[in-house]
């Protein structure tokens, strides 16, 4: 079954602002820790950020700035995406785990697209 949900993704212009979230249905004692990555076509899997309980996060190298990871509850979190440009295109991935870099669960990914 879905256990991650993600959504807000689309078709932005460059320079424009995306609000991805995503929702759990597992108890919280499996999503201590969730995050997001993405994949642009021919690429690897990059870490963007990540948040657990308490609210500490942790971003990837590069993303800091533009990409801002939030947590509204036990069960759903976001990522505010600013300034998107063209590079930022990818599909972007919900994980959840018990923090340390094991991530369980992933969700099945949301398109984002940024236009030139």
């Known amino acids: 079954q879905v256990r991650l949900v993600e959504s807000g993704g689309g078709l932005v212009q460059a320079g424009d602002s995306l609000k991805l979230s995503c929702t759990t249905s597992l108890r919280t004692g499996r999503t201590s820790t969730m995050g997001w990555f993405r994949q642009a076509p021919g690429k690897e899997r990059d870490f963007i950020a990540q948040?657990?309980?308490?609210?500490?996060v942790m971003y990837g190298n590069s993303m800091r700035g533009r990409f801002t990871i939030s947590r509204d509850n036990d069960k759903t979190i976001n990522l505010q995406m600013n300034n998107l440009k063209p590079e930022d295109t990818a599909v972007y991935y919900c994980a959840a785990g018990g923090g340390g870099g094991n991530w369980h669960f992933w969700g099945q990914g949301t398109q984002v697209s940024v236009s030139s």
């Open positions: 948040i657990n309980l308490i609210g500490s």
